[in-house]
């Protein structure tokens, strides 16, 4: 019985179960979706840092610097970048700082080099600074905790620069989802072929490649299969067994030689969706083995693509671990 296009999405998602997962590198995680939730480990920056190259000072120190009235105070430390500071600055000490360097204790504001004059022994500054004055704070950026991704995610140049960051060299993904394909059709010939009287060129299996590839999935064919009830279910058999998904093409109808439906049947599998209501894109047959997700779709490029996008895909991607978009 035909089902909406609302009721047999339903039908399918409820009956489909994710893939397993696997640890991978970060290296080869691009495309592959997330199995894990990924929180900020820590604070970032982990440390109060120098928005400049410049000097660290107190800011009561120089809370009445001027041009006329300058400020001069003992320079006592230096601390490049990926340094630490040595010791804390007390009253009337500064430190030279290179933009990211850590601020030493004791210091709550920085003087930018461009706006003193400076030996190595001391530095004169021309002008107030308040508290906080170029300093970036521990956790400006990102806080300890914060949800950086949730499993389903597809993993982008963005997210693995997220995960680089956050020292997580092996992600956890969900496998990647294998599909087989498969076109029946006793009129098909292979591409590359001529196609004699009554014979058309097999272009389905392209075009439903370029569609699984353009979502990250592998993909498998099994060739042509003739309008035999054998034939299709050994052919059924044999890509059940190697992939996680089936996309199978032709006799999805209802004529003499729609054979498919039965064909999944009779391999023991369960019919979930038979017929949806629309056109083009009405026949069809999804299945369900051991976990294994069949779409049997209609041999016409323009129903099957419809029917697959409306129905097969979303299952395709809950089976893959994507979330599902809203």
Do not use: W
Not at 12 to 26: A, C, M, P, Q, Y
Not at 165 to 176: C, D, H, M, S
Not at 181 to 202: D, F, H, N, Q
Not at 276 to 298: E, N, Q, R, T
């Amino acid at each position: 019985m035909a089902v909406s296009i609302a009721e047999g999405k339903q039908i399918i998602l409820d009956s489909i179960k994710t893939v397993g997962t696997e640890r991978i590198s970060l290296l080869d995680s691009f495309g592959r979706v997330l199995a894990e939730e990924v929180r900020a480990r820590e604070d970032i920056p982990t440390f109060h840092r120098s928005a400049y190259d410049g000097y660290a000072v107190r800011s009561d120190d120089v809370k009445n610097a001027t041009k006329d009235h300058p400020v001069i105070l003992k320079v006592v430390d230096y601390v490049p970048a990926g340094s630490i500071p040595k010791r804390e600055i007390h009253s009337g000490e500064a430190v030279r700082i290179m933009t990211g360097a850590m601020i030493p204790e004791g210091a709550d504001a920085i003087i930018k080099q461009e706006e003193t004059e400076f030996t190595e022994e001391t530095v004169t500054v021309f002008q107030a600074a308040e508290e906080g004055s170029h300093i970036i704070y521990a956790g400006t950026d990102l806080k300890k905790g914060t949800l950086l991704a949730e499993p389903g995610t597809k993993i982008d140049e963005t997210l693995m620069g997220v995960l680089a960051g956050q020292n997580i060299p092996e992600p956890l993904v969900y496998k990647q989802l294998l599909v087989g394909i498969l076109v029946t059709g006793s009129e098909l010939v292979p591409v590359g072929e001529e196609p004699g009287p009554g014979k058309i060129l097999a272009t389905n299996p392209y075009l439903l490649t370029g569609l699984m590839q353009k979502e990250g999935f592998l993909c498998k064919f099994y060739g042509i299969v003739k309008d035999d009830l054998e034939e299709i279910k050994n052919a059924l058999i044999k890509s059940i067994d190697e992939c996680d998904a089936i996309l199978i093409t032709g006799g999805a109808s209802a004529g003499d030689y729609d054979l498919t439906p039965k064909a999944i049947e009779e391999i023991g599998a369960e019919v979930i969706v038979r017929d949806v209501l629309m056109k083009p894109g009405k026949a069809c047959a999804y299945g369900i083995k051991d976990d294994k997700f069949i779409c049997g779709l209609s041999g016409k490029p323009s129903s099957a693509v419809r029917n697959l996008n409306l129905l097969g895909l979303p299952g395709l991607k809950k089976l893959s671990g994507l979330k599902e978009e809203t």
